[in-house]
């Protein structure tokens, strides 16, 4: 079995992988379009930010299991993975607290203008009557976008400089918040028009994207700082722009919608020509302690999917089947007995969507539990009950 990692792991991941027998190929530089071509003879895949889309998954036959070595999988084609029938997992929170460490740089950065005093000392200027007219940190209030493992990673270290917290989530309650020792806020822009800073830790997904929108960004305070160290897609970047441009907030950003795919060489951004903007190059996760965490949590999905056939953090698994009814056959344990159900409702045209068979102990008996897509036909359903030998007993459910 052939594993291909199209990102930087370290070496130690890398050595994991081959010891479990695995033919592993590591290009840490391939692009995103150099995969367009498929890999036609790769079972398994481990990406960080690499683009898979779906033409790269149709042209990859072998392919059973896509792994994320990280958090966010917007970079992937779920729908064309799912369709093709491979496995899309993800690494959450292993990264958490480097991308809560980088979010504090930023804040800290924009505060005391770290990057353009460290600039113009390269160019041999020495600024110290513009550079030391920073506000400080303590006693703002930190707004917070998202209350998941990163959010509350930075809380904590947003705590220990004197910040005050305000936090809204989608599973945030009064409750919650309480335990949590943060203002509760009923919605975003509520945070928005309170806060000094509003950072967002939110992942990428339909009900997210926007949702920085103009209307939240002009709630902010003059001089505030807009921090995002989670996607691009969850800011109206055309309102950001718009808003830097006038000069009236700073931001501090790891990401953009137009950065680059490959790994190295020029950008360019609209951006650049703004001087109260600190950009990092989408590095949030980008330590040594957490690309060790996230390879061997990637290492370990590999292991579990090769020792038992299980998938650990299965993204695209369908979390219901619209099957309405259920049967369930209580059988001995012997070779053939659930082929011979399924050709029975093979023969009455019936999808078994879902299947479970657990053995009693002893094994001697075991129950297996189908998912049907429509209702057997009293026929049908007394051929499989009636098969003495081999089934015990059989119900009909309705879901």
């Known amino acids: 079995m052939k594993v291909f990692v199209a990102d930087k792991l370290p070496q130690q991941a890398i050595d994991e992988l081959k010891k479990l027998g695995l033919d592993v190929e590591f290009d840490p530089t391939v692009s995103s379009s150099d995969l367009e071509q498929g890999l036609d003879d790769t079972d398994i895949l481990i990406?960080?930010?690499?683009?898979?889309?779906?033409?790269?998954?149709?042209?990859?036959?072998?392919?059973?299991?896509?792994?994320?070595?990280?958090?966010?999988?917007?970079?992937?084609?779920?729908?064309?993975?799912?369709?093709?029938?491979?496995?899309?997992?993800?690494?959450?929170?292993?990264?958490?607290?480097?991308?809560?460490?980088?979010?504090?740089?930023?804040?800290?950065?924009?505060?005391?203008?770290?990057?353009?005093?460290?600039?113009?000392?390269?160019?041999?200027?020495?600024?110290?009557?513009?550079?030391?007219?920073?506000?400080?940190?303590?006693?703002?209030?930190?707004?917070?976008i998202g209350v998941g493992q990163i959010g509350q990673e930075?809380?904590?270290?947003?705590?220990?400089?004197?910040?005050?917290?305000?936090?809204?989530?989608?599973?945030?309650?009064?409750?919650?918040?309480?335990?949590?020792?943060?203002?509760?806020?009923?919605?975003?822009?509520?945070?928005?028009?309170?806060?000094?800073i509003l950072s967002v830790h939110l992942a990428m997904t339909p009900d997210t994207k926007g949702i920085i929108s103009k209307k939240v960004l002009s709630l902010l305070k003059d001089g505030a700082f807009f921090i995002n160290t989670a996607r691009a897609g969850v800011v109206d970047e055309d309102a950001l722009y718009e808003e830097l441009k006038s000069g009236r907030i700073k931001a501090g950003l790891d990401l953009i919608e137009d950065e680059p795919e490959y790994k190295q060489g020029e950008v360019e951004s609209r951006?650049?020509?703004?001087?109260?903007?600190?950009?990092?190059?989408?590095?949030?996760?980008?330590?040594?302690?957490?690309?060790?965490?996230?390879?061997?949590?990637?290492?370990?999905?590999?292991?579990?999917?090769?020792q038992k056939g299980e998938v650990r953090n299965w993204l695209n698994r369908c979390a219901h089947t619209d099957a309405p009814w259920?049967?369930?056959?209580?059988?001995?344990?012997?070779?053939?007995?659930?082929?011979?159900?399924?050709?029975?409702?093979?023969?009455?045209?019936?999808?078994?969507?879902?299947?479970?068979n657990v053995i009693f102990e002893g094994k001697k008996t075991a129950c297996c539990t189908i998912q049907l897509d429509a209702k057997p036909s009293d026929e049908t359903f007394n051929n499989i009950k009636t098969r003495h030998d081999e089934v015990i007993s059989a119900m009909l459910l309705e879901s």
Request: proline content about 2%; charged content about 25%; glycine content about 6%.
């Open 47 to 144: 990406v960080r930010s690499t683009e898979l889309t779906e033409t790269f998954i149709q042209n990859s036959p072998r392919l059973m299991l896509i792994i994320r070595a990280g958090a966010g999988v917007n970079t992937i084609d779920i729908e064309a993975a799912s369709n093709a029938g491979i496995y899309v997992a993800n690494c959450p929170g292993q990264n958490s607290i480097a991308v809560a460490e980088l979010t504090m740089g930023l804040i800290l950065s924009l505060d005391r203008y770290i990057a353009d005093n460290v600039s113009d000392f390269r160019e041999g200027i020495w600024n110290k009557k513009d550079y030391g007219k920073a506000d400080g940190l303590f006693g703002k209030t930190l707004g917070i």
């Open 154 to 196: 930075v809380i904590k270290r947003a705590r220990s400089f004197g910040l005050d917290i305000m936090a809204w989530s989608r599973s945030l309650t009064p409750e919650i918040a309480e335990e949590m020792e943060v203002v509760y806020a009923e919605s975003v822009e509520e945070v928005a028009s309170e806060c000094d």
């Open 271 to 306: 951006f650049q020509e703004l001087d109260n903007v600190y950009l990092t190059h989408h590095i949030g996760a980008s330590t040594k302690q957490a690309q060790l965490a996230v390879a061997s949590d990637a290492v370990d999905i590999v292991h579990g999917y090769l």
């Open 326 to 356: 259920k049967l369930v056959v209580r059988h001995f344990d012997k070779p053939g007995v659930i082929a011979n159900v399924m050709n029975e409702l093979k023969n009455a045209d019936i999808n078994a969507q879902e299947l479970e």
